[in-house]
């Protein structure tokens, strides 16, 4: 990775996450918080809850809550690209072992990139899922 794609991961509040989506195989990109550290970008997800109240236009989903599409799609195929300012980047999600200390890892890296006042302790909660990507 070259110096400037390093300095634009430094520099970017956000990035965009392109995975392939695990049922219809077609590209899926959102735009993301994240920190950069030794080659990797560090992702937090949570789960988001289903509809309370549905309205007639509203799908409920079986499951109470459960972890965003991106999430899921690199679960199914950790291979994904990552989209700065001037650089789109191959990038694999890794498997990680300990899941506490990584997000404890992922939050320490936000807290010093946006600032602690905005990355409250309850980051921290249970059902967060801390992702990190190794970047090529």
């Known amino acids: 990775m070259t110096p400037q794609a390093e300095r634009a991961l430094r520099e970017s509040a956000e990035l965009v996450l392109v995975t392939r989506g695990r049922r219809s195989g077609k590209e899926h990109a959102v735009p993301l918080r994240f920190a950069y550290a030794d080659g990797s970008v560090w992702l937090r997800a949570e789960p988001r809850d289903a509809p309370r109240e549905p309205a007639a236009a509203v799908i409920v989903r079986r499951e109470a809550s459960r972890a965003p599409d991106w999430y899921r799609n690199l679960e199914a195929d950790p291979r994904c690209r990552v989209r700065v300012p001037g650089y789109e980047l191959a990038g694999a999600a890794r498997a990680l072992a ?5 997000l404890q890892r992922a939050i ?4 010093e990139k946006y600032g602690a006042e905005w990355v409250a302790d ?10 990190r990507v190794d970047l090529a």
């Open 98 to 102: 300990d899941r506490e200390t990584a």
């Open 122 to 131: 309850w980051y921290l909660d249970a059902g967060r899922l801390p992702v």
């Open 108 to 111: 320490d890296l936000w807290r």
